[in-house]
């Protein structure tokens, strides 16, 4: 059973900073794309950022771009967001995603997604 659980989301001020894990279980880990995606109240879901196994690929967001880092740590099943210089329309939750095959900033193609870390960003 495939199990992703999020932590490090929070309440913060424009400006601040803040860091995403999400440990993932009951998969061969190093084979899956990982992602995040968000969704803001009363809004669709977001692609934020993705990254293959190698962690050589990464893609963003470009209201993202310059403020976000994905990364993984294929040893430990772990992949992080680390957030700088949130603003308030980065408020919301924010979810962890897993795929086989290529990358995609389509939140409709990952396959398994955890439950949730919400984010808010107040100004």
């Known amino acids: 059973q495939v199990q992703l659980v999020e932590s490090g989301g929070g309440l913060v001020q424009a400006g601040d900073s803040l860091r995403l894990s999400c440990a993932a279980s009951?998969?061969?880990?190093?084979?899956?794309?990982m992602g995040w995606i968000r969704q803001a109240p009363g809004k669709e879901r977001e692609f934020v950022a993705a990254i293959r196994w190698s962690s050589a690929y990464t893609d963003y967001a470009d209201s993202v771009k310059g403020r976000f880092t994905i990364s993984r740590d294929n040893a430990k099943n772990t992949v992080y967001l680390q957030m700088n210089s949130l603003k308030p329309e980065d408020t919301a939750v924010y979810y962890c995603?897993?795929?086989?095959?290529?990358?995609?900033?389509?939140?409709?193609?990952?396959?398994?997604w955890g439950q949730g870390t919400q984010v808010t960003v107040s100004s």
């Open positions: 995603v897993a795929r086989r095959g290529i990358a995609s900033t389509q939140s409709n193609v990952y396959d398994y």
């Open positions: 009951g998969l061969s880990f190093s084979n899956y794309v």
